[in-house]
């Protein structure tokens, strides 16, 4: 099961004017609606439509957007003028809306009656120039917001409200959210750190520190009946290496995996935090660093990163709430080393131990390996080869006057027979070939850790970086490094500008 708080609801909003009449403004009305219950009818959508009466004067439209803010049960609105809505009616409310918005550019008809239209039918659907002014309005107010074109039943327009969609859910579930660091740092790495009130700012989610010791008491206090019970679940979902099970010489890391899971996800549970990071200089009273803990409590939606990184952590929890009901996984990830066999080169994924496995290709192993840092004893972990096939790379980084989503389209392909490597793994081709996406992944300052997913689509990263008002830098099939270095360089000023000294 994956771990969410809410559905919350989109508000269909229609705009329209008083200039045609009460009898037009009644069609205008049933129309919005059967589109809104056309969409809220969209078993596909992840969020539900709610269709809102249609506004047609400055004080409705600004009691509107005040409405939206104050209601937590609303993520977002999709716009659409049926008619011609001035927009100078729109100002007032605009400057107050805080939750996300689509522009969704449609037409009641999709067919025009050539033999049957006459000026009221003219009139009437007139969105090809009602949303003009619309637009001009939302871009002369530098508004940030996703615009969708075509008729509403076209299923191209459903899938990008689609993505949009997950995009606002996770943004929603991001306001407010707690993310726990035990621990800090991993000492002197510089691109796990960064500024905590810069992004409770930009993006609405808190991180904050906890001492090891309140960890270690609940690991230490888990009932024997929770380890029992554990341990049958493992062995459901897992084959668990002999030496592991009930009558192996080592079933004792077994069970002090599970205590480090129970203890986690109490202590995760209680406190309310959607995402965690753990140190592995910062184990004071615990036997082994977490590893098969951490791998299954993402696989239940929370976020993780290793080392301290919580901005990698509370993404990795964002990109599960945009694949939520998807095919695929997500999961925390770490570019680590390469094939650079010509033509054939493909970057090695994982890390040292947590890997999510929902991105599994079949049924994990569970077992026991030393790892060479933290002077710990040998810690249990699933071990498991990613599924082939597209996925992507994303980094969210700090570049010290802001933030940078950076994406990479990659294709995952069979995982080679490793048999010394005790880790989860996954094998990718980047797009659009390596040395491009690697020169413009190190020239954008991409981190080595990420969020990766087979699930989540650079549009769903693209409409959540518009709504957070954040750079978002894309590596895909199209890239050529001319071109990219200078979005680079546009953007620094773009982002530099449109923050100001706020940041
Ligand atoms: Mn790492």
Same mark, same amino acid.
């Given at each position: 099961?994956?771990?969410?708080?809410?559905?919350?609801?989109?508000?269909?909003?229609?705009?329209?004017?008083?200039? /045609?009449? @009460?009898?037009?403004?009644?069609? &205008?009305?049933?129309?919005?609606?059967?589109?809104?219950?056309?969409?809220?009818?969209?078993?596909?959508?992840?969020?539900?439509?709610? !269709?809102?009466? &249609?506004?047609?004067?400055?004080?409705?439209?600004?009691?509107?957007?005040?409405?939206?803010?104050?209601?937590?049960?609303?993520?977002?609105?999709?716009?659409?003028?049926?008619?011609?809505?001035?927009?100078?009616?729109?100002?007032?409310?605009?400057?107050?809306?805080?939750?996300?918005?689509?522009?969704?550019?449609?037409?009641?008809?999709?067919?025009?009656?050539?033999?049957?239209?006459?000026?009221?039918?003219?009139?009437?659907?007139?969105?090809?120039?009602?949303?003009?002014?619309?637009?001009?309005?939302?871009?002369?107010?530098?508004?940030?917001?996703?615009?969708?074109?075509?008729?509403?039943?076209? @299923?191209? &327009?459903?899938?990008?409200?689609?993505?949009?969609?997950?995009?606002?859910?996770?943004?929603?579930?991001?306001?407010?959210?707690?993310?726990?660091?035990?621990?800090?740092?991993?000492?002197?790495?510089? &691109?796990?750190?960064?500024?905590?009130?810069?992004?409770?700012?930009?993006?609405?989610?808190?991180?904050?520190? %906890?001492?090891?010791?309140?960890?270690?008491?609940?690991?230490?206090?888990?009932?024997?009946?929770?380890?029992?019970?554990?341990?049958?679940?493992?062995?459901?979902?897992?084959?668990?290496? @002999?030496?592991?099970?009930?009558?192996?010489?080592?079933?004792?890391?077994?069970? /002090?995996?599970?205590?480090?899971?129970?203890?986690?996800?109490?202590?995760?549970?209680?406190?309310?935090?959607?995402? !965690?990071?753990?140190?592995?200089?910062?184990?004071?009273?615990?036997?082994?660093?977490?590893?098969?803990?951490?791998?299954?409590?993402?696989?239940?939606? %929370?976020?993780?990163?290793?080392?301290?990184?919580?901005?990698?952590?509370?993404?990795?929890?964002?990109?599960?709430?945009?694949?939520?009901?998807?095919?695929?996984?997500?999961?925390?990830?770490?570019?680590?080393?390469?094939?650079?066999?010509?033509?054939?080169?493909?970057?090695?994924?994982?890390?040292?131990?947590?890997?999510?496995?929902?991105?599994?290709?079949?049924?994990?192993?569970?077992?026991?390996?030393?790892?060479?840092?933290?002077?710990?004893?040998?810690?249990?972990?699933?071990? !498991?080869?990613?599924?082939?096939?597209?996925?992507?790379?994303?980094?969210?980084?700090?570049?010290?006057?802001?933030?940078?989503?950076?994406?990479?389209?990659?294709?995952?392909?069979?995982?080679?027979?490793?048999?010394?490597?005790?880790?989860?793994?996954?094998?990718?081709?980047?797009?659009?070939?390596?040395?491009?996406?690697?020169?413009?992944?190190?020239?954008?300052?991409?981190?080595?850790?990420?969020? /990766?997913?087979?699930?989540?689509?650079?549009?769903?990263?693209?409409?959540?970086?518009?709504?957070?008002?954040?750079?978002?830098?894309?590596?895909?099939?199209?890239?050529?490094?001319?071109?990219?270095?200078?979005?680079?360089?546009?953007?620094?000023? /773009? !982002?530099?500008?449109?923050?100001?000294?706020?940041?």
């Amino acid at each position: 099961m994956t771990r969410t708080t809410s559905t919350p609801q989109i508000w269909f909003v229609c705009g329209s004017q008083h200039l /045609y009449g @009460p009898k037009t403004l009644a069609q &205008v009305e049933a129309d919005a609606q059967a589109i809104a219950t056309a969409l809220f009818e969209q078993k596909t959508l992840p969020l539900p439509v709610r !269709f809102k009466p &249609v506004v047609t004067t400055p004080d409705e439209v600004t009691a509107l957007c005040s409405q939206a803010n104050a209601d937590p049960e609303c993520a977002g609105l999709i716009l659409w003028m049926h008619t011609f809505s001035p927009s100078k009616m729109w100002i007032r409310g605009l400057n107050l809306l805080s939750k996300p918005f689509l522009h969704l550019h449609t037409q009641f008809d999709r067919a025009l009656p050539w033999d049957a239209i006459d000026m009221d039918y003219m009139n009437l659907n007139q969105s090809a120039h009602g949303d003009r002014e619309a637009g001009f309005i939302h871009t002369r107010m530098r508004l940030g917001r996703k615009v969708v074109v075509g008729h509403w039943s076209d @299923p191209e &327009v459903i899938a990008r409200i689609d993505s949009w969609q997950r995009a606002v859910r996770a943004w929603t579930e991001w306001q407010g959210a707690r993310f726990c660091r035990f621990g800090d740092n991993m000492r002197a790495v510089a &691109v796990t750190e960064g500024d905590k009130v810069g992004a409770e700012m930009a993006f609405g989610f808190s991180t904050n520190g %906890y001492g090891i010791s309140g960890l270690v008491a609940r690991v230490d206090n888990a009932s024997q009946a929770d380890i029992t019970a554990l341990l049958a679940d493992y062995e459901q979902a897992y084959d668990i290496a @002999p030496e592991l099970r009930r009558d192996g010489s080592r079933h004792d890391s077994l069970i /002090y995996s599970a205590r480090l899971e129970l203890g986690l996800r109490s202590f995760l549970e209680e406190g309310g935090f959607r995402g !965690f990071t753990t140190t592995f200089e910062d184990l004071h009273g615990l036997r082994q660093l977490p590893g098969m803990a951490p791998q299954r409590l993402m696989a239940d939606g %929370y976020g993780f990163a290793g080392e301290g990184d919580w901005k990698t952590s509370a993404l990795v929890q964002a990109l599960k709430v945009m694949a939520l009901g998807l095919p695929g996984g997500t999961s925390f990830m770490e570019d680590y080393t390469y094939d650079l066999s010509e033509g054939q080169e493909a970057v090695l994924g994982a890390h040292m131990l947590e890997i999510c496995p929902t991105i599994a290709a079949g049924r994990p192993r569970v077992e026991l390996h030393p790892l060479g840092i933290g002077g710990k004893e040998d810690p249990v972990r699933l071990v !498991f080869d990613a599924q082939p096939g597209p996925a992507l790379n994303a980094s969210l980084i700090d570049l010290g006057n802001r933030f940078r989503l950076l994406v990479n389209e990659v294709d995952a392909i069979p995982v080679p027979p490793m048999p010394k490597l005790p880790v989860a793994r996954a094998l990718w081709r980047c797009r659009p070939d390596f040395k491009t996406a690697c020169q413009a992944w190190i020239l954008a300052g991409g981190a080595h850790h990420t969020a /990766y997913s087979q699930a989540v689509t650079t549009e769903m990263l693209e409409d959540f970086a518009t709504i957070a008002g954040i750079e978002i830098a894309v590596i895909d099939a199209d890239t050529k490094l001319r071109a990219f270095r200078r979005e680079l360089r546009d953007d620094e000023v /773009y !982002f530099h500008f449109a923050r100001g000294i706020r940041a």
